[in-house]
């Protein structure tokens, strides 16, 4: 399923796949001055598609190498000859074949192999210049499109709420606070954060900076019940009382658990 919401000059597409009348999980990918950010899951590609039939696509950035934000790639590669950019680090990811779990599979479907072009310091379109900023954290790959002039930021997958409560085993706190920290510090007058979940977040410099002040205090209060020999499904208990339905649905992959490893880690 598609939803389309134009605000200006940015168009958002929400995408996911449905079974028995409800969307399983919804993702947005972003449309601006021919720019699209992020090419969605595979599930929804062909509807996708048809959508983009009648819209002018020059050329596509992917924020970073998972399965939802890269399906389309190929086709619209193959068909009308799109060229898709990405970090050098995303390349080799996007064209292999990567194990999925049951859940993503199911979610979002394994992608199309695709060969993107290593990304530059930054994009220009007709009207606007984005900077590619490297955004790692929840992949290593990860970027953030930035376009000074209207204060907008492309962040993908770097930022969801201010107080998260899972990630997935690979995301590491240390460099996702940094890449935070680094965007609310730019020297714009506002920042306006456009996310994967499709969340537009006005107050972008408050709210990575609140989300990077909640993760820091977190590190500290993991690490002294760590330290006092607590592990790490105890401290879910203690802080949160139980673990969070995507720790279920997902098989443990993404979970409070996973977000006090890191934690610790960090």
């Known amino acids: 399923m598609l939803k389309i919401e134009e605000s200006g000059e940015v168009a958002k597409i929400m995408m996911g796949r449905e079974i028995s009348g409800s969307v399983?999980?919804?993702?947005a990918s972003y449309l601006v001055d021919g720019l699209l950010i992020d090419t969605g899951p595979a599930h929804v590609v062909d509807e996708f598609m048809d959508f983009l039939s009648g819209t002018e696509v020059d050329k596509i950035v992917n924020t970073h190498f998972h399965e939802d934000h890269v399906a389309a790639n190929k086709r619209l590669k193959d068909e009308r000859n799109i060229e898709s950019y990405?970090?050098?680090?995303?390349?080799p990811l996007i064209g292999s074949r990567l194990p999925l779990h049951p859940y993503q599979e199911l979610i979002w479907g394994y992608p199309d192999l695709d060969e993107p072009l290593a990304l530059g310091d930054e994009v220009e379109t007709e009207r606007f210049r984005f900077e590619v900023i490297h955004t790692p954290?929840?992949?290593?790959?990860?970027?953030?499109?930035?376009e000074r002039e209207r204060g907008w930021a492309f962040t993908g997958d770097l930022f969801i709420k201010e107080e998260p409560r899972g990630v997935r085993p690979q995301d590491?706190?240390?460099p996702t606070i940094a890449s935070m920290?680094?965007?609310a510090g730019l020297e714009v007058e506002s920042l306006t954060l456009f996310t994967s979940l499709g969340r537009t977040v006005d107050d972008g410099k408050g709210a990575l900076a609140r989300c990077a002040d909640h993760l820091e205090e977190l590190i500290a209060r993991v690490k002294e019940k760590h330290a006092a020999g607590m592990e790490p499904s105890q401290i879910v208990t203690e802080l949160y009382g139980e673990e969070s339905v995507l720790s279920q649905a997902t098989g443990g992959d993404f979970s409070i658990e996973n977000l006090m490893r890191a934690a610790i880690r960090a």
């Not at 399983?24 to 993702?27: A, G, H, T």
């Not at 929840?138 to 930035?146: A, Q």
């Open 24 to 27: 399983l999980y919804w993702v």
């Open 86 to 91: 990405s970090h050098s680090l995303a390349i």
């Open 137 to 146: 954290g929840h992949s290593d790959d990860h970027v953030t499109l930035f």
């Open 172 to 174: 590491e706190l240390v």
């Open 181 to 183: 920290r680094l965007l």
